[in-house]
């Protein structure tokens, strides 16, 4: 079954820094769109980034610009989202997705992992 794998969740102060990480399962990210979405207890999934699969086309939230940013290494078939000057607000699963064009509209992913905690507490 294809799917894709998160990685990097934990816990870290405000103002802190994680590097989530996303590789595939049974298929490789080249020709993919990756995604990462993520929902807090009680709310619904939201896009924070996604970009092309040659990396030249990015996107983000408004929430997250400036703070985050994505990034894939196809060589070493993985996509990473950096966040820095993290807010307690930041809590939440974070997921990644593959799919073929490059949005923050979570219905055009195809494959999807099972999420990676991340939060941000004192």
């Known amino acids: 079954q294809l799917h894709v794998v998160e990685s990097g969740g934990g816990l870290v102060q405000p103002g802190g820094s994680l590097r989530l990480s996303c590789t595939p399962s049974?298929?490789?990210?080249?020709?993919?769109?990756i995604g990462w979405f993520r929902q807090a207890p009680g709310k619904e999934r939201e896009g924070v980034a996604c970009i092309s699969s040659s990396g030249g086309v990015t996107d983000y939230a408004d929430s997250v610009k400036g703070r985050f940013t994505i990034s894939r290494d196809n060589a070493k078939n993985t996509v990473y989202l950096q966040m820095n000057s993290l807010k307690p607000e930041d809590t939440a699963i974070y997921y990644c997705?593959?799919?073929?064009?490059?949005?923050?509209?979570?219905?055009?992913?195809?494959?999807w992992g099972q999420g990676t905690q991340v939060s941000v507490s004192s």
């Open positions: 997705a593959a799919g073929s064009i490059a949005t923050l509209r979570e219905y055009e992913y195809d494959y």
């Open positions: 049974g298929f490789t990210f080249d020709l993919y769109a």
